[in-house]
């Protein structure tokens, strides 16, 4: 009975024990808790956060890149988490850009021992300016003209071969490189940000770019058209030494924060990878011909060359115009209408032949009746006013008025007709009399000559002179201000007379 009773006296001790202990540990870690400032982000520190957060596999592990391309400029550090990197670029400043080969093993292999080509340009990040980018950069080419809004640095470049800028495109520029060899392209950007903002008071912010390259392998034919990799990143441009002062200010502003709210933004990181995008949507920048303007030694790039004009017409586009379908016409080629029953296709050759070359890609998947359907705001809100206003006038098919029209008919025909109403008797005015109108713009006696030359199918060198009947029958000379002052739809029966000097004839007007 006595062994009995000791059992419970042994398990008495032994429970009290664990209890000290339990207790002791709890209160450990209530004056740890209690004690000192609790973060969450200290526990997400500790290493076994830390060991699980190493293992979870990025998105950018998802898919393998074939290139990467670096920008060896610091990123800002004023950028918030899960938004896009933003670098800041000093003007006409040589910045590097590493072509790097990032395949795999086996990876593209018809490429291996081959020439790839980039195309890098500078391109506006919003897409209000992407509307009217090409107003935008038609008025920087007007302001700074001879210059280039984006050049190659090629003394300062490695295995860059055939460089190539086309004066007509100043933000790009393209060239050949082997991905087996170390490439490094420096670029230098010419425009800075401010220049193309709405209101210039002084103090405004500049508007973003983006620096897009796209590679092309090529093709069977030896044209380097078929699409690789794209890849672009944020930037804007400052004065010369501006970008360190706004990287600095940037850097002094983000050293003034909490700890709490440093923690929302990035850090500023050394280089800029440029990430992945979608190819830049143009049908003409992969053409492997020479270009006018483009130079294709190894050693020289061209960099002056240009028109300073705005009303310049780029030399490739007018080789667009050799397109052989044909939509319905009204008059002549020259009055063509965008019919609603036309393709894509066809739709975007009317564009091309109306001069709105630039807004091609804008309306790449547009039809006939697509366009037809667009409201005048909405052309003007997608094409800017000016080129807004005149694609609508376009799409509708309104006719500008001439500024005169007269109305011409041959004496031969009309005297036939009276000599016939005296021989029939009949002296009422029911005959038939045939006109043909003639309209004027220029109001001028050489324009009058060639159209009535048009009329007659004759050389406008066969009529000598041209006079108009005055009163007791005197012929008085045409000049550009009696045409002037023509009434409009004025009437009138020529009357042709062998000239003596020459071949020609002269016109009379009565």
């Known amino acids: 009975m006595a062994w009995a009773l000791k059992l419970p006296l042994a398990d008495e001790v032994i429970e009290s024990g664990l209890v000290q202990d339990f207790d002791a540990s709890l209160s450990g870690i209530g004056q740890e808790l209690g004690?000192?400032?609790?973060?969450?982000?200290?526990?997400?520190?500790?290493p076994i956060f830390k060991q699980e957060e190493s293992n979870l596999p990025p998105e950018s592990d998802n898919k393998i890149l074939p290139f990467q391309y670096v920008l060896c400029a610091a990123t800002s550090p004023a950028v918030k988490l899960h938004?896009?990197?933003?670098?800041?670029?000093?003007?006409?400043?040589?910045?590097?850009?590493?072509?790097?080969?990032?395949?795999?093993?086996?990876?593209?292999?018809?490429?291996?021992?081959?020439?790839?080509?980039?195309?890098?340009?500078?391109?506006f990040h919003d897409r209000r300016l992407q509307y009217t980018e090409h107003q935008q950069l038609e008025g920087w080419r007007w302001n700074r003209p001879g210059d280039r809004i984006l050049d190659l640095d090629i003394p300062m470049s490695v295995g860059v071969v055939d460089p190539r800028a086309n004066p007509t495109q100043l933000n790009t520029v393209e060239f050949l490189w082997d991905p087996s060899k170390r490439t490094s392209v420096f670029i230098q950007v010419h425009c800075i940000s401010t220049e193309f903002t709405m209101r210039k008071h002084g103090g405004e912010k500049g508007v973003p770019f983006r620096i897009q390259i796209d590679t092309f392998k090529e093709n069977e034919a030896g044209e380097y058209t078929e699409h690789l990799h794209s890849a672009s990143c944020q930037i804007k441009v400052f004065k010369p030494?501006?970008?360190?002062?706004?990287?600095?200010?940037?850097?002094?502003?983000?050293?003034?924060?909490?700890?709490q709210e440093k923690e929302k933004y990035q850090p500023s990181y050394e280089t800029t990878i440029l990430t992945e995008c979608s190819p830049w949507p143009e049908i003409t920048y992969v053409n492997n011909s020479p270009s006018p303007g483009f130079n294709?030694?190894?050693?020289?790039?061209?960099?002056?060359?240009?028109?300073?004009?705005?009303?310049?017409?780029?030399?490739?586009?007018?080789?667009?115009?050799?397109?052989?379908?044909?939509?319905?016409?009204?008059?002549?080629?020259?009055?063509?209408?965008?019919l609603p029953t036309a393709t894509p296709q066809e739709a975007q050759q009317w564009l091309h032949r109306n001069r709105f070359s630039p807004f091609c890609r804008l309306f790449t998947n547009f039809s006939g009746?697509?366009?037809?359907?667009?409201?005048?705001?909405?052309v003007i809100q997608i094409c800017?006013?000016?080129?807004?206003?005149?694609?609508?006038?376009?799409?509708?098919?309104?006719?500008?008025?001439?500024?005169?029209?007269?109305?011409?008919?041959?004496?031969?025909?009309?005297?036939?007709e009276?000599?016939?109403?005296?021989?029939?008797?009949?002296?009422?005015?029911?005959?038939?009399?045939?006109?043909?109108?003639?309209?004027?713009?220029?109001?001028?006696?050489?324009?009058?000559?060639?159209?009535?030359?048009?009329?007659?199918?004759?050389?406008?060198?066969?009529?000598?002179?041209i006079f108009k009947q005055g009163p007791t029958g005197i012929h008085?000379?045409?000049?550009?201000?009696?045409?002037?002052?023509?009434?409009?739809?004025?009437?009138?029966?020529?009357d042709t007379m062998k000239a003596e000097t020459n071949d020609g004839y002269h016109i009379i007007l009565k």
């Open 241 to 259: 030494k501006g970008a360190d002062r706004k990287q600095k200010t940037d850097r002094e502003k983000m050293e003034k924060r909490a700890p």
């Open 418 to 465: 009276q000599h016939q109403k005296h021989e029939n008797g009949d002296g009422s005015s029911n005959a038939f009399f045939v006109y043909h109108a003639i309209y004027l713009e220029e109001l001028t006696a050489v324009e009058l000559t060639e159209k009535l030359a048009q009329l007659f199918s004759i050389s406008p060198r066969q009529i000598s002179q």
């Open 369 to 378: 009746a697509d366009l037809l359907k667009l409201t005048r705001e909405d």
């Open 83 to 123: 938004d896009e990197t933003l670098t800041y670029l000093n003007q006409g400043q040589s910045y590097e850009i590493r072509m790097l080969d990032n395949r795999k093993m086996g990876e593209l292999p018809e490429i291996n021992g081959k020439m790839v080509k980039s195309i890098i340009r500078v391109v």
């Open 35 to 46: 004690a000192g400032a609790y973060s969450m982000s200290d526990v997400l520190a500790l």
């Open 384 to 416: 800017g006013p000016a080129d807004g206003i005149r694609l609508f006038n376009a799409l509708k098919g309104r006719v500008v008025r001439p500024r005169l029209t007269i109305y011409v008919c041959q004496e031969s025909q009309q005297a036939r």
């Open 296 to 338: 294709s030694t190894h050693n020289s790039f061209p960099v002056s060359e240009g028109n300073g004009s705005p009303n310049h017409q780029p030399e490739p586009v007018a080789q667009l115009a050799d397109l052989s379908c044909h939509l319905l016409t009204r008059d002549s080629e020259s009055n063509q209408n965008l």
């Open 476 to 494: 008085v000379l045409v000049s550009d201000e009696m045409i002037q002052n023509f009434q409009d739809e004025m009437c009138f029966v020529l």
